[in-house]
């Protein structure tokens, strides 16, 4: 439970994500984003896993246009074939 680790923002949000709390993993991908923005060494496989989970997020808010900027985001990080798909159903 490090707080300079950005995958603790990334499980902490998929813990909001369960329990429906879809502003809060919101936010929390954005402190995990925020982490990685101030690495000197930029690891962009959490990288796009971030952008990935902010998109779920942002798509069970049924904010689909911003979730489709965040999937693609993750994807030009990072190219996994999940996140491919979940683009290809927002």
């Not at 923002?9 to 984003?33: M, V």
């Not at 998109?55 to 999937?71: G, H, N, Q, T």
Request: net charge neutral; with cysteine; proline share 3%.
């Amino acid at each position: 439970m490090n707080p300079l680790e950005p995958l603790y923002y990334n499980n902490k949000a998929a813990c909001y994500i369960e329990t429906k709390r879809y502003e809060d993993a919101i936010a929390a991908c954005d402190e995990g984003l925020k982490v990685i923005s101030e690495s000197e060494n930029k690891n962009y496989t959490k990288l796009a896993k971030l952008f990935a989970r902010k998109a779920k997020a942002l798509y069970l808010s049924e904010k689909l246009s911003d979730a489709v900027i965040y999937y693609e985001k993750s994807l030009l990080e990072d190219n996994i074939p999940s996140v491919r798909e979940e683009l290809r159903k927002v």
